[in-house]
RNA sequence: UGGGAGAUCGUUCAACGGUAGGACAGCAGACUCUGACUCUGCUUAUCGGGGUUCGAAUCCCUGUCUCCCAGCCA
């Protein structure tokens, strides 16, 4: 039975944001001809993460709500640093979290010949110049934000020459950093990014796509607003960290005279006790703090897909949290929301015991075997029921049993009778215990045969129905239990290698309900009273392995931790 | 002590000169063969100071705080 089973639970309608009232407005201006084309522009340098699927959501939800079109184009200018293993990712995380972007499949190195061309342009028309200047003296003549920079001593070079130099700089004549070729704009701009800013760089580094066949690559910013432009881009939609870099953009589309998208920034997302820094992610990856990129834990989409979290809770929560300019950090708890939202409305209920203690009922007939029926999911009859084997001796989950229970626990403990789900009420008896550690052991329970599958014909109540497996038919699984890898709020934003959570990957050997034996992986299940788990790839017949996705709230743990404040 | 941007419940988004609203979180109940789900109710906010106005979160002035920028990264 897998979520697939039943249907999907419904999108609600996007609030409104900003970036929505403009494109609202230019439509209604006739700008850029009525026509809506975003893209979104991963570099191929690490791993998709929810931070991307924000941007991912908002370029092509934008694009599909106003009947335009989203392009998925990699930002592929810097060869050292991205590989094709991360192209595959990409396009597969996008896929998967359900966006098309049909033929329009681009990378910004499919356009470096006319980027050439166009820095020729440039370098013709005077605006542009090959300086010799090391990267080092580069910084000097910057200046600092409160004193203008100096012009580059090659400044005033003829066209005649530049184009001589650049022309052997793609010829591969200079070696790495000798050279860079550079926009004539102002040295005294208060914003450094039009201080003569660089537009290619030597690099002898073979490029993913493009091989050896250049060792000049052009800058970012030099590459993204053309790109844009060469695509049609109406809307470009980045971050707020290149709000500085605006002029710049709009300054190369200026001066080469071509299409002029619109940049506008928005905030990126923060989560709290989540680190979104690719460069960090890789670190934990290369330091083998976590398995690999699709880690469970990991807050990449490969690695909240192998955990279990749906595309669909993904998309809602993006579709939520709201656009703006505001910088800020949105709550664990609603990406949690949202994610138990959908798993609830879709998730086939399993009985499983992650922490399992035994328990025998003392007056049930030895070697005997019932199949009881038990419900797939509560609101959705149509997934149908399924038989649980039922026998002597159970397994319960640990923390359903108190030999002394606190004020308000009303599961089981000496005495005191309970409901076994879709089963019957079993009191307890007397328990078993260690003479040594006086850790619980056993369970003795006895059973009301009356209250077969659950209810009692003289209408008694029990304060508690709690889960169970048949030891005997039970299978045996590795639930693997995960929280925040970091401790910090921020994510342990300067030294987040200290603020590591040494508990974010915990491996308990549980028992399940044998009607799970072949759902292949990926498969996600609520564990009823517990959380959503899904079937790991590490699984097999022989050890099925569950990652837990989220746990189920549990008003219970609130109270028990508000009674004894230690925590 | 340059430039750019931003400040509204604990968090986040809204209110676009006319009753500060929603979501999450929290708290208290109801319901329940999942202490889940669902439902009900409650608490809590306009960064400070001046103006303009019948009326200001919104407009003006001023101050404060936060974030980003000195890669041949994106």
């Given at each position: 039975?897998?979520?697939?089973?039943?249907?999907?639970?419904?999108?609600?309608?996007?609030?409104?944001?900003?970036?929505?009232?403009?494109?609202?407005?230019?439509?209604?201006?006739?700008?850029?001809?009525?026509?809506?084309?975003?893209?979104?522009?991963?570099?191929?340098?690490?791993?998709?993460?929810?931070?991307?699927?924000?941007?991912?959501?908002?370029?092509?939800?934008?694009?599909?709500?106003?009947?335009?079109?989203?392009?998925?184009?990699?930002?592929?200018?810097?060869?050292?640093?991205?590989?094709?293993?991360?192209?595959?990712s990409i396009i597969e995380d996008v896929r998967w979290l359900g966006f098309d972007w049909e033929d329009r499949l681009f990378y910004a190195s499919d356009y470096f010949e006319q980027?050439?061309?166009?820095?020729?342009?440039?370098?013709?028309?005077?605006?542009?110049?090959?300086?010799?200047?090391?990267?080092?003296?580069?910084?000097?003549?910057?200046?600092?934000?409160?004193?203008?920079?100096?012009?580059?001593?090659?400044?005033?070079?003829?066209?005649?020459?530049?184009?001589?130099?650049?022309?052997?700089?793609?010829?591969?004549?200079?070696?790495?950093?000798?050279?860079?070729?550079?926009?004539?704009?102002?040295?005294?701009?208060?914003?450094f990014n039009l201080r003569d800013p660089v537009m290619y760089r030597i690099l002898h580094a073979e490029h993913h796509r493009t091989g050896n066949q250049w060792c000049i690559y052009p800058m970012y910013d030099y590459t993204h607003g053309e790109s844009d432009s060469i695509e049609g881009i109406t809307h470009s939609i980045c971050t707020l960290e290149f709000e500085d870099h605006r002029p710049l953009y709009d300054w190369y589309?200026?001066?080469?005279?071509?299409?002029?998208?619109?940049?506008?920034?928005?905030?990126?997302?923060?989560?709290?006790n989540t680190m979104l820094s690719k460069r960090k992610l890789l670190m934990l990856v290369q330091k083998g703090i976590v398995s690999g990129w699709n880690d469970p834990r990991m807050p990449t989409l490969s690695g909240m897909r192998r955990r279990g979290y749906s595309p669909e809770a993904i998309r809602q929560f993006c579709a939520n949290i709201g656009v703006s300019k505001t910088n800020g950090i949105i709550e664990f708890s609603l990406l949690e929301y949202y994610l138990r939202e959908d798993l609830n409305a879709r998730a086939a209920r399993v009985m499983a015991v992650v922490d399992p203690i035994k328990v025998i009922i003392d007056n049930y007939p030895e070697g005997e075997t019932e199949q009881l029926e038990a419900v797939n999911h509560p609101d959705h009859p149509e997934m149908g029921n399924r038989l649980v084997p039922f026998s002597k001796t159970l397994y319960i989950e640990r923390d359903d049993f108190r030999e002394d229970p606190p004020k308000q626990y009303y599961r089981l403990s000496p005495g005191r009778e309970v409901r076994l789900r879709y089963a019957y009420f079993i009191t307890c008896q007397r328990v078993v215990k260690d003479p040594v550690t006086g850790e619980v052991l056993e369970i003795h329970c006895t059973y009301d045969p009356a209250t077969r599958g659950g209810n009692a014909p003289d209408g008694r109540k029990v304060k508690s129905t709690i889960h169970w497996v048949s030891a005997e038919h039970a299978l045996d699984m590795?639930?693997?239990?995960?929280?925040?890898?970091?401790?910090?709020?921020?994510?342990?934003?300067?030294?987040?290698?200290?603020?590591?959570?040494?508990?974010?990957?915990?491996?308990?050997?549980?028992?399940?309900?044998?009607?799970?034996?072949?759902a292949p992986a990926g498969t996600r299940y609520q564990f009823e009273r517990v959380g959503y788990f899904c079937i790991d790839p590490d699984s097999s017949p022989a050890g099925l392995v569950f990652n837990r996705t989220v746990a189920l709230r549990d008003t219970w743990a609130k109270i028990d931790k508000a009674q004894k404040p230690k925590g």
């Open positions: 039975m897998s979520i697939d089973a039943a249907p999907e639970s419904a999108e609600t309608p996007k609030p409104s944001n900003f970036i929505r009232d403009i494109i609202l407005q230019d439509l209604q201006n006739g700008k850029h001809g009525g026509r809506v084309h975003t893209r979104f522009p991963p570099e191929p340098n690490g791993y998709l993460h929810i931070g991307h699927a924000k941007s991912i959501c908002l370029n092509f939800g934008l694009a599909q709500e106003f009947g335009g079109k989203c392009n998925l184009r990699f930002d592929d200018t810097n060869p050292s640093k991205e590989e094709t293993e991360y192209v595959d980027l050439h061309d166009w820095a020729v342009q440039l370098i013709r028309a005077g605006k542009a110049f090959v300086c010799d200047l090391t990267a080092e003296q580069v910084r000097e003549y910057r200046g600092t934000p409160n004193e203008p920079g100096k012009e580059s001593p090659y400044r005033n070079r003829s066209v005649e020459e530049n184009l001589d130099l650049f022309a052997r700089m793609r010829a591969g004549e200079f070696p790495d950093g000798s050279r860079t070729l550079r926009t004539k704009i102002d040295m005294a701009s208060p914003n589309v200026e001066n080469l005279g071509i299409h002029h998208p619109q940049q506008i920034e928005f905030d990126r997302l923060n989560l709290t590795e639930a693997r239990i995960y929280e925040n890898l970091f401790l910090a709020e921020g994510g342990g934003d300067d030294d987040f290698l200290a603020s590591l959570n040494p508990n974010s990957l915990v491996k308990m050997a549980g028992k399940i309900e044998p009607s799970v034996r072949t």
